[in-house]
């Protein structure tokens, strides 16, 4: 799964280099920019950005020699695999940037416990740009732990999808660029569960008892079965007004019917058929699909959650450029299309859809990656608690899913 | 000279015998202070510099110092490396980690606990966390027994009918453990998955259900069940029963067992009242290898277990790891650690070898 930052077509991406490397040394900007990216501290000075406005979908910025490291959720891009070139190997490729990719996201909580000590003291992280769930961003834009971003290095920003500007989690939209949106349902085996499913209650059946899974996402496994209860998630206030599912939650857990709470790595499980059904991520069961054709994902007709991941950099991210110029890559609807075809998750990139149409038009048609009217109505995503209200949830979930 | 030196030795030998376990009892104290981050900057170093003179005025008396002085001065010498030791990696984490134990966290997202005897901690480990505490000690002690159940009969057969094989026999125990503990644990994953092969063939020659109404399958699976925990627990410290039962059964002379037959014992009391007397060191070394591990473990129970068959070792990774309470995650781990010694101090007081050594 992991990819790695061979760059493919390598004559040309070195030559570019060098015609770049060139072009940078002679004009005396490399040097500043090697001062910058060993300061680290101090990157409000950092980025000495040697076009104004980069064009087209090929941006310069930067030149050949920066680096980025991108740390991202699992199956979350398109890989370099059967005969297609996969986004960062394409992105290396047309800007001689040296990226590198993982996949260390597993489950917020998880990250921001590895991150806390570290941004917490004041230190900076290794990753560049980071792409923790809207929730999350929220709080690290509190705590003071994210640099705004260079916003104004990467002109395809306008084609974020209208209702993502200026979202509640990041009001003024300068630190967060969403990655992927998408929902939050329930994702079963066939071969196990005998049956299609049809509603959240089918979790409690007793005949799937000890095979049935939860994310520990708070938002979507206590949004999914909320909504089942019939509660609005989207104007939740108090934990009283949530407390249903909790307790729904903690008497599945004590029946033995829960087998295990996850974060991204329940591919393995569900497609050998260990979970029955689970509450997943409308875009894994795709993936998942191409193991194990058995897997399905229902959209319960009670409402799906839904959800955005987005990049953000760290405090004292030194490769602003760098970052500048994927996040510009990334917005290009016909890479952003590469990487919707593939993920098969809601992009948040406007004039998808026509290019998706080009690559696989049944794609387009798919409610899950475009969602139509009625998909929408019946989508709520988490209400944004305040700070006393999140923190008893948290401790709640917690309570439950924790060890 | 052997007048005068004998009225004078007690005045002169007193003194530096008191100053002999003094400078070396507080040598340990100032390094375990420093190792524990009391004394940090200029006092850190006043304390280092403290330490090293100690040792310095240890090793010289020890060393140069006169006959009498010398003879008592040099076991404290001799000790000082050991007390050092562990006052640094043993006295100072320890102190740091009770301490820790009894601070708060000034704020939800604070990085740095605040120390304020904080008992509560205490308490919210004892009520939070009681099932936890009682499904380690559970599952350790079961796989405990299964260990010496197991590593017994194997470890006679190798020291008393292994012949010429018995280092052949002793290594292919040895062998599967040179590969990862935590690659061999979740390779039980893959062979005990509910598709997979083991299950398959309980099912194929029908003894899934012989097994279901036993308790060791639920609803079709033995992964993520208490089975699956406390048969990871016992794999994984088989070899730690097995190597020392085998050490105190090598030892056993088999013609004691001749002398006991030749006394007219049967085969089984001459293992009762020989043998098994003989090797029960070897018994009790490993209980104690694979129980107090054992107790602690998280491994197993994260990848084998479910959310219902949670140890306390999985507890205190949570706390420490991903709910970032280290005050609640140190006093769980104090009070698993004061258990632990009550049980062992009581196993060793009932079970223990002191009459055979």
Redesign the interface.
Known sequence: MKRSIRPRAVELSRRQFLIRSGVLGAAGLTAPQLLAACGGDDDDTSAPSPTDAPSGSSPSAGGGGDTLFFENWPAYIDPTEDGLTGTVDRFMDATGIDMRYSEAFNDNVEYFAKIQPVLGRGDTIEPDLIAPTSWMVGRLISLGWLDTLPIDQVPNAVNLRDDLVNPAWDPTGEFSLPWQTGFAGIAYNLDVTGRELTSVDDLWDPEFAGKIGALTEMRDTIGVILLSMGVDISTLETFEQAAPAFEKLEQAKADGQIRRFHGNDYFDDLSNGNFAATIGWSGDVAQIQLDNPAVRFLFPESGATSWADAMVMPKGAVNRDAAAAWMDFAYDPVQAAQITAWVQYVSPVKGVREEVEKIDPELADNPLIFPDEATLAATRSFATLSEDVEAEFDAAFSRIIGA | MTAVSTQDAPERVRRPELVGLAALAGAGVLLAAVGARWFTGPLAVVALALVLAAIIWLVFTAVAGGPEARRRIAPYGLLKPGTLWLALFYLAPLVTLLRLSLSTLPS????EAEFSWEFQNYVDAFT?FGP?FQRAFLYAAVATVLTIAIGYPLAYVIAFRGGRYRSLLLGLVVVPFFTSYLIRTIAWRSLL????EIVRFLDAVRLSGLFESIGIM??G?I???PVAVIGGLTYNFLPFMILPIYVSLEKVDPRLVDAAQDLYSTSTAAFRRVVLPLSMPGVFAGTLLTFIPAAGD?VN??YLG???T??IG??I???F????NVPLASAMSFVLMAIITVLVLIYSKYFGTEDLS
């Open positions: 939800r997202f604070a990085v939070d936890q998955n509910d598709n997979g639920d609803n699976r992964l993520q069940t998280f129970a994260f479910s959310p219902s949670t140890m999985n507890s990774q949570d706390q790891l991903v709910q970032n």
